[in-house]
């Protein structure tokens, strides 16, 4: 299964709308239903896909998924976007690992554009993604089973 916290952000007529309100509401319904799905015994692993936007997080889902893995796709370009699942998942006795797309930025920047007008994520914040993402990459010592990184060809 996959879980995005955009899923939340997606309203009934199939419009996108994200204000800073609603993430923090999206974030809580995520953290909520992964904490429900992993208690359950079907999850083995919990997987976050790492990226900044339009890197090809979801694209890379499509054809690696394991049915047995709890997947969550989001950017996770901090670490404190990421404290709180690892700590989920510790505290539920689950092993978490993390796939990091790492696309170009110009590749993810060209994208962007070609992405309806309401998922388009503005140019100052695609630099602040990619930004945050140098700063703070990923470690083990976060509390991760494995990292992978992908580099797509």
């Known amino acids: 299964m996959v879980l995005?916290?955009?899923d939340f952000l997606i309203r009934s007529d199939g419009t996108y709308d994200w204000?800073?309100?609603r993430v923090v509401s999206a974030w809580r319904e995520t953290l909520d239903r992964v904490k429900g799905l992993l208690e359950g015994s079907r999850y083995s692993t919990l997987v976050l896909l790492c990226g900044i936007p339009a890197t090809g997080k979801s694209t890379w889902l499509r054809n690696h998924r394991d049915t047995s893995f709890l997947y969550v796709d989001a950017?996770?370009?901090t670490r404190a976007s990421r404290a709180p699942?690892?700590?989920l998942a510790a505290s539920l006795g689950k092993p978490i690992d993390l796939v990091f797309?790492?696309?170009p930025f110009e590749?993810?920047?060209r994208r962007n554009l070609l992405r309806p007008e309401d998922r388009q994520v503005p140019p100052e914040k695609m630099v602040k993604f990619k930004t945050d993402l140098e700063v703070e990459p990923p470690?083990?010592?976060e509390g991760f089973r494995s990292i992978i990184v992908v580099t797509p060809s």
């Open 75 to 77: 950017t996770f370009t």
């Open 19 to 21: 204000t800073p309100h």
């Open 101 to 103: 797309i790492d696309t």
């Open 85 to 87: 699942l690892v700590s």
């Open 4 to 6: 995005s916290p955009d």
């Open 139 to 141: 470690l083990i010592e």
């Open 107 to 109: 590749e993810c920047s």
